[in-house]
C-alpha cells in the first residue's frame, strides 16, 4: 500500500502538498520464477550432452584363486636407459625384439596377461614403452608388480 507523507509543518497547513512514495522494495517473483524455470529445463537437456569421459576398467573385490598355466614375468633393470635390454623371465632379451618374444610365448596362451616388475629407479616413460610394446604383441592385461611396504 502506498505511503502518504504530508508535507510542511503539519500545524499551518501551508506547505507542501501530499505526495504518495511508493516502496521499491517490492520484486515481482511471478517472472524471476518463471526465468529461473525456463533456465533449469535449458541446463537439465544440456548436461548430459556435455558430458565426456574415458573408459576405465574399475577393479572388481573378489577372492584370489590360484593362477592356471605359466606366469610371464617381464623384469626392467635400472640398466635399461642405458643397455636396452629387459629380462623375459630369466633370458636377456633386447627390448626391439621384446614384442616377437612375447607374441611367441602368448601364442598358445588363453589368459593373455603379462606381469611387469622395475626397479626403483626406472621411469615411468620407460615403463610406458614398454607396456606399448606389450600391447602391441597382443598382450591384453599387464599387472605391474610390488613389493609390500617392509618386505625385502
Known amino acids: 500500500m502506498p505511503k502518504v507523507h504530508q508535507g510542511g509543518n503539519g500545524a499551518t497547513g501551508?506547505?507542501?502538498a501530499r505526495r504518495v512514495a511508493t516502496s521499491l522494495a517490492e520484486i515481482n517473483v511471478v517472472p524471476?520464477?518463471?526465468v529461473m524455470l525456463v533456465l533449469l529445463i535449458i541446463f537439465m537437456?544440456?548436461?548430459p550432452m556435455i558430458q565426456?569421459?574415458?573408459d576405465v576398467k574399475l577393479p572388481v573385490a573378489r577372492r584370489a584363486s590360484a593362477v592356471e598355466g605359466e606366469r610371464l614375468?617381464?623384469?626392467v633393470p635400472a640398466a635399461f636407459r642405458t643397455e636396452g635390454?629387459?629380462?623375459l623371465g630369466d633370458e636377456r632379451v633386447r627390448v626391439e625384439v621384446l614384442q616377437e618374444r612375447v607374441r611367441q610365448k602368448m601364442e598358445g596362451a588363453t589368459d593373455k596377461r603379462v606381469y611387469l616388475r622395475?626397479?626403483?629407479t626406472v621411469q615411468l616413460q620407460e615403463l610406458m614403452t614398454i607396456i606399448d610394446r606389450l600391447k602391441d604383441a597382443g598382450v591384453e592385461n599387464v599387472g605391474i608388480v610390488a613389493?609390500?611396504?617392509g618386505e625385502r
Open 14 to 16: 501551508r506547505g507542501r
Open 32 to 34: 524471476l520464477v518463471d
Open 45 to 47: 537437456v544440456t548436461a
Open 52 to 54: 565426456r569421459g574415458i
Open 73 to 75: 614375468f617381464i623384469t
Open 85 to 87: 635390454v629387459v629380462f
Open 118 to 120: 622395475g626397479d626403483g
Open 147 to 149: 613389493k609390500a611396504p
